[in-house]
């Protein structure tokens, strides 16, 4: 059991030469355990240097080890969900010297990417995909004709969505050759782990058992009673000791729950599940944050690190996270109408204040993006005000649930749209990239773009009073520093503000129309120029007479926000001047038409042209051109 993260590189002599799994396989089963504790050690090290998820990968490396130790990959295909466990896998997989800077722009990702290695199948993120992106990949290599093994490994958290168990029940119905891997890390079912558990796996598992029940369903069910009987005795047998009465109703055949930091049992189990065909389901049951005594007994605190050489931050500003938080809490105690929802993001949206004093009206609806949404348009059918806590990135999984039965029905629920914008080392997977495109579209909708932390607190509020659907998307991490006040503001409804003017004689006189978080660089920039500044604030309703009024009165509009370029903010403002039909030079930036990779964000901002020196270049470029 380790207690502190190592501050030097271990001393790893056995993980050292292994390169790839082909090493690892080479390697004597006796020293596999050996293996486990140095990589169990050089992770603590190299998530220590770069900063990472860190309990889930200390929680699988026993089953990391023994996948690639029984498959032969990458020819058999692991496909891991979500990807927050799968730094033990990048290790085994050439990428061990890498580790240290992954996350970074020189290093690796955070998450499997098919274009990084070949043992990365499939590249993931968001969570719930494994078991319908294996299925796809049995099923390609049954119609090649290829004798693959594919492997989807899950965890107990992503299982819960909805896309999971539509891609079991087709496994199911396809009798697809593929093996899913419930890793489960509620320690609730741990009693459940025992030798006699490990015995009826064993024989489950074992070609005796296998070959019994195939040849007892030939004879048998030629007697429907007598097969029947036996089938539901088979399954009575398995229930009383095992939970997977569930998987063997959708078609596979289950196996578990078994240790999965038992290595040699795991070992023993994957090489009998190998042999055997059809739908199979192996139930393990893991700890979090394995081996490392922090992270065992607060498994959510060490979700992630920070790299330990990270410099204390003097002064801490508020997230706009802590600006949601601390609103939902006081707009609860005035309104028993609220009820908040969140699709497992407690501690990511900052709800936990909110859950410990309103637990009757505070609803963690797992990994269930579509759920969430719909259930808030049903509190909101009876007389509820509904506000849905979620991630921009993870709202697009429930996009129609959004058209469909929110808006187009124009019922009054609230989205506070966290990390809207780009949210640095987790990359492209995470950004919030896209919602002002999709959402901008949907008749009903407001939507809105705080540019400090006082104006998201009253955006909040304004969205809250609003009567049918709206949106408050504010960016991950803290902004300008603006202090916020205890009462709020109702804010009128479509109406910008002018934050700076330009003087009468700047020469080409240029107007920023602003869309949130930019509005800081911009400000800086127009103070070298001498430019107007728009705080925009709603991107719907658009402020239209003040659109038109700038584009009338400056010879350039440039357009910034945290957002696609392409259907974003900017495009709103060119179809108003478009439809005004005013002739106006027209800028739009934000994020360009291309995935922006993990790096930090000032990094990512710079990339994109939305730092101080970028919005600068941009404009005096644009100047230059249409002088």
Known sequence: MFTEIPST?????????????ADLRSLDASLLPQVC???????????????GHFAAGLGVVELTVALHHVFDTPSDKLVWDVGHQAYPH??????REAMPTIRTAEGPAAFPLRSESPYDTFGVGHSSTSISAALGMALAFRAQKKPRETVAIIGDGAITAGMAFEALNHAGHEKADMLVILNDNDMSISNNVGALNKYFTRIWSSRTYSAMRSGSKKVLEKIPAAWEFARKTEEHMKGMVAPGTLFEELGFNYYGPIDGHDLNELINTLENLKKLSGPRFLHIVTRKGKGFEPAEKDPIKYHALKPI?????????????NVFGEWLCDMAAVDERLMAITPAMCEGSDMVRFSHEYPDRYFDVAIAEQHAVTLAAGLACEGSKPVVAIYSTFLQRGYDQLIHDVALQNLDVLFAIDRAGLVG???????????????????????????????CRNMLYSGYQHIGP???????????????????????????????????????RVAFLVFGAPLVEAMKVAEIIDATVVDMRFVK?????????MASSHDLIVTLEENAIMGGAGSAVLECISASHILCHVLTLGIPDHYIEHDTPSRQWRDCGLDQAGILKAVRQRLVSQA
């Open 9 to 21: 590189r271990p001393v790893t002599p056995l993980l050292d030469q292994i390169d790839s799994p």
């Open 37 to 51: 504790l140095e990589l169990r050690e050089f992770l603590l090290y190299s998530v220590g240097q770069s900063g």
């Open 90 to 95: 990048k290790i085994l997989t050439g990428r």
């Open 309 to 321: 050489a990270t410099p204390p931050v003097a002064v801490k500003k508020p997230t706009y996270s």
């Open 425 to 455: 080392e987790d990359g492209p997977t995470h950004h919030g990239a896209y919602d002002i495109s999709y959402m901008r579209c949907i008749p009903n909708i407001v939507i809105m773009t705080p540019s400090d932390e006082a104006e």
């Open 470 to 508: 709206a949106a408050v998307r504010y960016p991950r991490g803290s902004g300008a520093g603006v202090a916020t006040r205890t009462n709020m503001e109702l804010l009128e409804l479509g109406k910008g503000i002018v934050r700076r003017t330009s003087g009468v004689d700047s020469g080409q």
């Open 541 to 549: 309703p658009l402020d239209e007479a003040l659109v038109r009024e």
